[in-house]
């Protein structure tokens, strides 16, 4: 979809915009779009604000249809889309949580400098791109029985740190502890299970990664020194992976289920791909366990490559994990609904919160911000592109007042995989990265033209946005020095 979106569009302020909810009969709320001035001419180069106008036509969505700034067509929903669903009156919609099933990124703090770790970052790079498995396909090194994936369903991280990857601490250090609670792995798919039994501790391809980064600027020393972010040139390893085959397939195996729901409950839609059913109907309630058990897989997933990877480091440099200061900082989704409690118009509200390429950002002093964090703040994990730098937030109050308790994810395209092709046409992109200090392996050559720095938004305005808006706060930025793609 490339045209121009020709839609009503308000300014409210500097940092947001309206499309009334008179733009199209049928609409419940109105649309938020978190953006720029300039941020706002780049989303409308396609129809995503098109897709904010349609979810708001979803039964019983609570206060507006939002977009964050890194919004850009997505399935159904916008990619950077929230919506809360009332729990009584409200939907499920797979295409708001899309076909990676808690894609997510989790961030590790180490002791060591840029000093330290340049002479031996290419053998690093190259350790970790052996350890971990990369690419479309993908098998991993831990062959799960079915009885085993079932367990990996049931408890997420957890039964990866029970089998020795990975600390009891990180998940202290993750978003619902690793594991989400309502899991029912009878309702998976055997299509799902073939998918995913050899996926366990994979990256994936396309815009999945595993970067060596380095602490280039600190905002907020006080938040950053809770994370353990402690000084500018110490290293952090990022790694933003989801659920692989096994998240998709159970994303599409519902969407099927879905599209005769919706008709069966008399929900009229603007877009099939917007097929839902109510949270309390019977499909609604499948899809939410099944969605629990994909998520689970997608927390088990990033611990054992997060587990590898301190393999890796401990290798290169003779050390330990620990000895080297390894610590989880956080791990977070940004494609996930969660059910959470929440305050509108000065009520209490129960609802289902959305999130598609959104990161949940809660507050100081909230009951699921870690112990560790309970003064700063939820840490949000916002990765860039390979050739720049990704960012650490902090969640808000502000947050928790207008946008459910969210933020952004990422720097969101602006260009399609086949222009970023296009444009990378007789140029050697991983030169041009090494050039620039950045040691780039990928099992796919094309995977890193698609994936190039000008193929995307720069995130340092989308996180400027959210940052001035006040729904995240800035902590700390991270440059990549090496890379792992698929």
Known sequence: MSQYWKGPLEQIDDHRWRIPKSYKPGMRVDGLIFASEAMIEQIKQDQAPEQVANVAFLPGIVGYSIAMPDIHWGYGFPVGGVAAMDLDEGVISPGGIGYDINCGVRLLRTDLTEQQVRPRLKELVDQIFRDV???FGGEGLIKTTRQDLRQVMLKGAHWMVEHGYGWE????????LGRLDMPDPDVITEKAIERGKDQLGTLGGGNHFLEIQVVDEIYDPHAAA???????GQVTIMIHTGSR???HQTCQDHLDIMEEAHAKYGISLPDRQLACAPIN???????????HCAANFAFANRQAIAHWTRQ?????????PESLGMY?????AHNIAKIEDHVWDGKPVRVCVHRKGATRAFPP????????YKAVGQPVLIPGDMGRYSFVLVGTENAMRESFGTTCHGAGRKMSRKGALREAKNRNIAKEMEQQGIIVRAQNKATLAEEASYAYKDVADVVEVVHNAGIARKVARLRPIGVVKG
């Open 328 to 332: 989880q900082v956080y791990d977070v």
């Open 245 to 247: 085959g096994f998240g």
């Open 281 to 291: 109907s019977e499909e609604g309630q499948t899809y939410l366990r099944a969605m």
């Open 133 to 135: 498995p990369a690419g």
């Open 226 to 232: 809770a994370m353990g972010i402690t000084q500018v």
């Open 312 to 320: 890796a480091f401990a290798k290169i440099f003779k050390s330990t």
């Open 169 to 176: 601490d990180d998940l202290k250090h993750t978003e619902a």
């Open 365 to 372: 002093g909230h009951p699921e911000t870690p112990d560790a």
